[in-house]
């Protein structure tokens, strides 16, 4: 299962389904652990994807601030990136 949360994450229905499954694991160390290394890698393309970005905005809401400091640095790695793919209505 880990290896499709990326895809569902970035998937319109999937998406629903991985923010809930953060937000159930929040007292699941190990599950969150294990989502959290399934986003890894993936984080800046995530955080730019219409669906991918609530993903993140869960993650960043339910889960411990030692996977919080993940996000920010891989997203600060791609700030340009990610800048770049924003909507230009923001």
């Known amino acids: 299962m880990k290896h499709k949360i990326v895809d569902a994450s970035f998937d319109v229905h999937g998406t629903r389904s991985v923010q809930k499954l953060i937000q159930k694991c929040q007292d699941q160390p190990d599950m969150l652990k294990d989502i959290m290394d399934a986003l890894r890698g993936n984080i800046a393309e995530l955080s730019s994807d219409s669906n991918g970005n609530h993903v993140i905005q869960r993650c ?30 923001l």
């Open 60 to 89: 960043l809401n339910f889960m411990p601030e030692e996977y919080k400091v993940d996000v920010y640095e891989e997203v600060v790695k791609s700030c340009v990136e990610v800048g770049l793919a924003a909507p230009p209505d």
